[in-house]
């Protein structure tokens, strides 16, 4: 089985955190049914689950070094045999057989490899089926009151509902903790840490039916990088693009959206309400770009960008995909007249 020991490691506290819930109940169960033990008469069983009670409480400190892969192994082969000569004792109808069905689904949840879960599950599964056979032909070891049995058969099934539906319930939360993360990290371009394309798409879908004030879309890209990653080299090339991003994260207002589009180009999407505050901004960004000194391994140099700015009116009636399409096209248009320069429509002031 897998030693699992790294702190860092979100997993890791995840697991170390559902073990020590699933040990704790445990411990709190016997505190209960202990008793029960005591009252009928059979002190082999009362021992044997009171010995428990100490290697539960060695298993949390085994779990809390993060050994989790040996805590679980002692755990569950102490519930096994503790269940099997339970269910001898008592009787199926004291509900202690359903303990293997609790350990199987606890096995599934642990850090053991396919193999030994496998092996587990049906461990639990031959040792039931061997326990109801041999009551089929022998009487349990012990004969109590049918209520006492009753009172066993209520308290191991709060037990075990309890223990499976919380599990459920616990990883349940984690795998959607997980997705939403995946999901982050999809929507993310890895290298600037701006949204990616597939995050532009689900802002396109959010926004479908949105009626703005006034849209400016701006798409940026940089001049001659194809130059700057020969002359000094890839790496040099992405501090380049991290250092763009940065500038234009900074330059923006919170509700603005800056999107990675694609190798040396940027999008950003702006909701303003006049023609004119939109050019001036896109005029301060090219400004703000081309005076800043990139400053990489002893290396400084200037870069300059081509922007292609459209501003559509509330008046006008374009989708947002159409704006994004006309600020290419006069990102185009930059670029063929020299580059190091904002060119934008002629939108009317409202």
Known sequence: MRLLSEKHDIEYWQYSRQ?????????????????LFYYVGNMIIFYINFFSMFVTLFVLYL???QH???????????????????????????????????????????NWSNQYRIIGVVVQGLLYIAAFFY???????TVVEPYIIQIFFVLNVF?????????????????????????EIAQQDHLTGLPNRLSLNQYLNNTLDKEFKGLGVMMIDIDHF????DTYGHLIGDEVL????????KSMREEDLVVRYGGEEFLVIMEMERARFFREKAQRILELIQSTPIEVTNQTFNITVSIGA?????????????????????????????????????????
Do not use: W
């Open 310 to 350: 459209f501003y559509n009116c509330c008046n006008v009636d374009l989708s947002l995909e159409e704006c994004i399409r006309n600020a290419d096209n006069f990102l185009y248009k930059a670029k063929e007249q020299g580059r190091n320069q904002v060119v934008n429509n002629e939108a009317v002031e409202r």
């Open 68 to 110: 989790y892969g040996y805590a679980s192994f002692i755990f569950i082969t102490m519930v096994t045999i503790v269940t099997s000569m339970e269910t001898i004792a008592f009787g199926l109808d004291s509900g202690f057989g359903l303990f293997h069905l609790n350990m199987a689904v606890l096995i599934v949840y642990t």
């Open 226 to 229: 194809k130059k700057i990653n």
């Open 63 to 65: 779990n809390r070094k």
């Open 19 to 35: 073990a020590n819930i699933v040990y704790l109940s445990t411990l709190f169960s016997y505190i209960i049914i202990l008793p």
């Open 159 to 183: 037990f075990n509902i309890t223990a499976v539906s919380h599990s459920a319930y616990y990883y349940e939360n984690i795998a959607k903790r997980n997705r939403a993360k995946l999901e």
């Open 135 to 141: 009551l089929q032909t022998y009487p349990p070891l």
């Open 242 to 249: 991290i250092k763009v991003a940065e500038l234009l994260k």
